[in-house]
């Protein structure tokens, strides 16, 4: 496969631009990768569809739609401007699950 400038098209450079902007600008890394992935196996679980139902162009409509949603309610993107810390969630839920009930203190 050659890589020329004919490869890189419109919808390519939209569909970057969505996952970044999408999972957030700040969260290059989290964010972004979440974003492309689900991005990428929602756009080949429609292509079936599409193709079956004649509507050429419904998966796109479908990640336009996404997109305005995100940034009408999560304008900083999915995760904003913060790395998420997977570590701090394990240790987080761990506490919760070892940490006994408060006790009644009610007389």
Excluded: D
Excluded at 23 to 37: K, N, P, Y
Excluded at 55 to 65: D, E, P, Q, R
Aim: net charge positive.
């Amino acid at each position: 496969m050659l890589i020329s400038p004919e490869s890189f098209s419109f919808g390519l450079a939209f569909q970057l631009v969505v996952m970044v902007v999408v999972g957030g600008t700040g969260s290059m890394i989290t964010g972004a990768t979440l974003v492309a992935t689900v991005l990428t196996l929602a756009t080949e679980f429609l292509k079936p569809v599409e193709e079956s139902l004649n509507l050429f162009g419904a998966s796109k409509i479908v990640v336009a739609v996404g997109v305005i949603l995100v940034l009408i309610y999560r304008p900083a993107g999915l995760f904003g401007t913060a790395e998420p810390q997977p570590l701090n969630w394990i240790r987080r839920l761990s506490n919760r699950r070892t940490s006994p009930p408060p006790a009644n203190t009610a007389q």
